[in-house]
Nanobody, 123 residues
Framework: QVQLVESGGGLVQAGGSLRLSCAAS????????VGWFRQAPGKEREFVAA????????YYTDSVKGRFTISRDNARNVVYLQMASLKPEDTAVYYC????????????????WGQGTQVTVSS
């Protein structure tokens, strides 16, 4: 079992930045790929970014490329999502998820999910 807790969400103006954290406990975090997903009101959950076990590979959805950066610190059992140049359309609840299969965009590849953190970008 892996327990995931997201933090770092909040209210920010368009153009601003936030850093989300996903803290893990339980099994060794380095065994898991980690993804970030988001869900806006009335919309389907969508993939945002993912990072492989050793951080050797990262993957982003097109809408956040060049603005968001995913990273991890396996020694601290934390994955980060640095978000810059935020837009109102980035407003959503952001979830981190962990899994042992590398299929970054597919939510079914992730066995463990956090409770989410709200990000609100005002225009």
């Amino acid at each position: 079992q892996v327990q995931l807790v997201e933090s770092g969400g909040g209210l920010v103006q368009a153009g601003g930045s936030l850093r989300l954290s996903c803290a893990a406990s339980g099994r060794p975090f380095s065994n898991y790929a980690v993804g970030w997903f988001r869900q806006a009101p009335g919309k389907e959950r969508e993939f945002v970014a993912a990072i492989s076990w050793s951080a050797g590979t990262t993957y982003y959805t097109d809408s956040v490329k060049g603005r968001f950066t995913i990273s991890r610190d396996n020694a601290r059992n934390v994955v980060y999502l640095q978000m810059a140049s935020l837009k109102p359309e980035d407003t959503a609840v952001y979830y981190c998820a962990a899994g042992t299969t590398w299929s970054p965009r597919w939510s079914g590849a992730y066995a463990y999910w956090g409770q989410g953190t709200q990000v609100t970008v005002s225009s």
